[in-house]
């Protein structure tokens, strides 16, 4: 939170005590401290990469057909970590275990879409862009809000991929280049030298390549490269941190987050992934270790917010692009599916489980169906939290959903 | 892929390009054709291409597939070495070798294609010696015959222990593979149904490796009847393969992807432009040294819907580099770079491969190719026609940076480099202070840290 709005709020609280009006100003002082949030609330998305297995990360520790369904996948009824009377975490997340009872954790359940693609690249692709096939697939649902939210602002960090390998479609955007970066450190040309430098940006620059032309493409990504990483040459080291990460990958990404968002660079967008979650054989060990990744980096991330005074700011969001099949297969694993849950961490959010539990006995061809479109949590996001039109994001309007506790 | 209509005329795209007058066959080409066909053409091959016809070019190309017996002894003694260690990630260093080296650059870079097609990864494979058998069926059909090729690769042991397939059981079969050949190799998405993954997938049971073999085990296959594509009966594993290979999809399917590979990685993905060479590669019994032939002579090969319209893959980018100025460097060095800007050689990102284009683009990636450039230039170990980069410039009769700058533009760039920035480069170059070797690398080092050298 910057200074600004945490005296403002500060103000706004003494302010009413003081004034004795605590009962009926929340409205009004609620739109203004709303706009302010509007305008500074950061949306972290973390993609888990290959299909997570919902069935086995939200246990129906109560129904016999998950039990009958999965002789060899399913968690006893006894090790899962309870969330109530029907459903428990699957025993590696005790991070998320952790951050439902801190009270920041809501999980959205039999979240899918309509007529589900099982490939991994199709349906990916539709999560991210919220287009099928045949629509115009050139920028992604994020890369839309980054210009929106940075509308002729010529600031190239609105938006920001942790990670040096290929750029989510998500983030894809008509007018900003976003940059990736895998660290801080890392993210510099090797040559400090100014000379060169400037060199670099200025034989970079466009001269009459077409705007949409591959070169021109390549031009304005390199002078936004070369910006960023000096802009965050500045910045580096700005606040470190007493929270012990784990030494995981994705533990890594977000504590580069956390150091990005503290450097106050103005990010709005965060996007990590986490790889590994196609689990077609020998399930149990590797859907384990990643649930445990998962947990663990997240609640170090609440933890290192919490330090640094910004855990109101931030909002986390965890998809993966399908769930699995009900049934295992015969290597121990399973195979894709559709409908599953998903993850929002943060101060604002409505806490615990969100929507029904997808049936296990009312199946389309062995899988789940869904309840919830995607489509409806971004929106929810977009419209309150990033302070967004979703309707020109996302095509139409959608229904929202109660996932923010009313203020 | 980006399917779309475009109004280029397809007898004019796929009819053979002559020139009209000698010298419209220049320099330029021949060195486009080497950056698409090959891994990047020296000086001397240049000035050889320029002697051949383009379809000479290519037919010379397509029809050696035999590597020069020095560089198989090289690599022979390499892949031992590699291989003694039993360590995969020693296995870059030997193909990069062979990258840098070979005599028949067309073969490599299609085992390239494929194995970014039939992608399969040695973080999960972990065996090197399974992944390098892989690579050998790769690079011996490279050029070969493309149903055969998939019959190969469905029973490869590096394919099926990267695809979950390495035992399958007919109570519940893995869908991965069976999804994977419909999906990702032979017919593209949206060719067939769950319906059909599920049914292909019954195929597969039985199929196993043991002792890192493909080995049948009948009491696990599933022996009754299946329904592909609507066709029934009682269906092995090969014979499931047989029934991909013959839908009508697989060529066009190919076809395109060949196409965003050697010709553009955008906008020419028209099914009007890609069905007469998705029917010669069908009539052909799916033979790619055919298909290629005509693709890599072509009208549309040579014309502006290519020149410049890709992107260098890493590989390309790097390897093109030193071969176009008879570089050698550290294998090593040069394939911890190459994992930095995206592409570490037996390890592809997942089972889809590197998806190319734009896609190797970003800040990230961006900042590490100059990287990798800046430190390739400052190495002791890395020689230009073994010697230092100022002997090589002088063996070429260049000696000043201005002529060093023309000489450069030309080996190295897709698209012309305008005079403002010629005369930028190398005022900026003048005012180093150092030698004249130290004023070259550093001319050299902006001319591939530049957009332009970005494209292919």
């Not at chain 1, 009270?103 to 990916?124: D, K, T």
């Not at chain 2, 990258?99 to 870079?109: A, F, I, M, R, Y």
């Not at chain 2, 290979?245 to 399917?253: I, R, S």
Request: one cysteine or more.
């Amino acid at each position: 939170m910057s200074l600004i709005r945490r005296e403002f709020l500060q103000l706004t609280a003494t302010g009413s005590a003081v004034l004795g009006f605590q009962q009926t100003a929340p409205a009004f002082w609620g739109k203004i401290a709303d706009q302010a949030a509007g305008q500074e609330n950061i949306l972290v998305v973390v993609q888990l990469t290959g299909g997570n297995d919902g069935l086995n990360t939200i246990v129906p520790y109560t129904q016999d057909e998950y039990y009958k369904q999965r002789p060899k996948l399913a968690i006893p009824k006894n090790d899962v970590l309870k969330i109530d009377n029907e459903f428990g975490f699957n025993p590696a997340l005790d991070g998320f275990s952790e951050l439902l009872e801190a009270g920041l954790l809501g999980v959205v359940q039999g979240v899918g879409y309509a007529q589900p693609n099982r490939s991994h690249f199709e349906s990916m692709d539709i999560w991210h862009t919220c287009q099928r096939k045949a629509g115009d697939r050139a920028d992604g649902w994020l890369g839309r809000a980054i210009d929106q939210m940075a509308e002729g602002v010529s600031t190239e960090t609105t938006g920001m991929h942790i990670g040096n390998r290929k750029q989510p479609l998500a983030v894809a955007s008509r007018h900003h280049r976003v940059p990736s970066i895998r660290t801080i450190e890392q993210f510099r040309l090797q040559s400090q030298e100014k000379a060169s430098i400037e060199a670099m940006r200025s034989l970079a620059q466009s001269e009459n390549s077409a705007g949409d032309s591959l070169l021109n493409f390549v031009q304005t990504s390199t002078t936004t490269a070369i910006d960023v990483s000096q802009k965050l040459q500045q910045v580096k080291n700005s606040k470190s941190t007493n929270v012990i990460y784990p030494e995981s990958e994705l533990a890594g990404k977000l504590k580069t987050v956390s150091q990005l968002i503290a450097s106050e660079i103005g990010a709005r967008v965060y996007y990590v992934e986490i790889d590994g979650f196609d689990t077609h054989a020998f399930q149990a060990p590797a859907h384990t270790a990643l649930l445990r990744e998962l947990g663990d980096a997240l609640k170090a991330f609440a933890e290192d917010l919490l330090e640094k005074g910004m855990q109101e700011q931030v909002l986390t969001m965890c998809f993966s692009e399908f769930g699995r099949r009900v049934a295992q297969n015969a290597s121990d694993g399973t195979d894709h599916g559709t409908a599953a849950p998903m993850f929002l961490i943060g101060s604002g959010i409505e806490t615990g489980l969100i929507g029904k539990h997808p049936s296990l006995s009312n199946l389309d061809n062995g899988d789940l169906k869904f309840h919830t479109d995607f489509r409806q949590v971004y929106a929810t996001i977009l419209e309150n939290w990033l302070n967004c039109d979703s309707s020109l994001i996302l095509d139409k309007q959608y229904e929202s959903l109660p996932l923010f506790v009313a203020s | 892929m980006k399917t779309g209509q475009t109004n280029i005329d397809t007898d004019w795209a796929w009819s053979a390009y002559q020139p009209e007058q000698p010298q419209d066959w220049t320099q330029r080409q021949v060195a486009h054709f080497y950056r698409r066909c090959g891994l990047g053409a020296n000086p001397e091959m240049l000035k050889a291409g320029l002697q051949k016809s383009p379809v000479e070019l290519a037919v010379g190309q397509i029809s050696n597939r035999q590597e020069s017996a020095q560089v198989e002894q090289e690599s022979a003694t390499l892949a031992r070495s590699v291989l003694a260690t039993a360590d995969a990630k020693n296995l870059p260093a030997w193909w990069t070798h062979r990258l840098l080296n070979t005599s028949v650059p067309l073969q490599e870079k299609m085992t390239l294609f494929w194995h970014g097609h039939f992608a399969t990864g040695a973080e999960k494979v972990k065996d090197a010696q399974l992944m390098f058998d892989q690579n050998q069926i790769l690079r011996e059909y490279a050029l070969g015959n493309f149903g055969r090729l998939v019959h190969e690769i469905s029973q490869d042991p590096a394919m099926l222990l990267y695809l979950d397939s390495a035992s399958n059981r007919k109570v519940h079969p893995n869908e991965n593979f069976a999804r994977e050949i419909m999906e990702l190799f032979v017919l593209g998405e949206g060719n067939y149904s769950e319906t059909d993954i599920r049914e292909l997938a019954r195929c597969f049971t039985g199929w196993e490796i043991r002792r890192d073999r493909f080995y049948f085990n009948r009491f696990q296959h599933d022996f009754d009847e299946k329904t592909i594509f609507s066709h029934s009966g009682k269906f092995t594993g090969e014979e499931g393969v047989d029934l991909v290979l013959e839908h009508p999809a697989g060529p066009e399917f190919i076809v395109g992807k060949l196409i965003q590979f050697f010709i553009a990685d955008e906008g020419l993905q028209d099914p009007q432009l890609i069905k007469p060479l998705a029917q010669k590669f069908r009539n052909s019994g799916l033979e790619v040294g055919p298909l290629l032939e005509t693709m890599l002579a072509s009208n549309l090969f040579y014309s502006e819907y290519a020149q410049g319209r890709k992107i260098r893959s890493p590989v390309d980018f790097a390897v093109g580099f030193l071969n176009s100025l008879e570089g050698s460097t550290n294998l090593l060095e040069l394939n911890k770079g190459l994992d930095e800007i995206g592409q570490r050689l037996f390890y592809p990102p997942n089972v889809k491969g590197w998806e190319g284009g734009r896609i190797w683009i970003n800040s990230s990636t961006l900042l590490a190719r100059t990287n990798l450039m800046q430190s390739l230039l400052k190495r002791d170990e890395t020689r230009f026609g073994q010697g230092s980069l100022s002997e090589y410039c002088k063996s070429h009769g260049v000696t000043t940076t201005k002529e060093a700058v023309d000489w450069f533009a030309e080996l190295l760039l897709a698209v012309p480099l305008n005079d403002h920035k010629q005369s930028e480069i190398v005022q900026r170059c003048e005012m180093i202070d150092g030698s004249y070797e130290t004023k070259l690398k550093n001319l050299l080092g902006l001319i591939v840290s530049l957009p332009e050298y970005q494209l292919a």
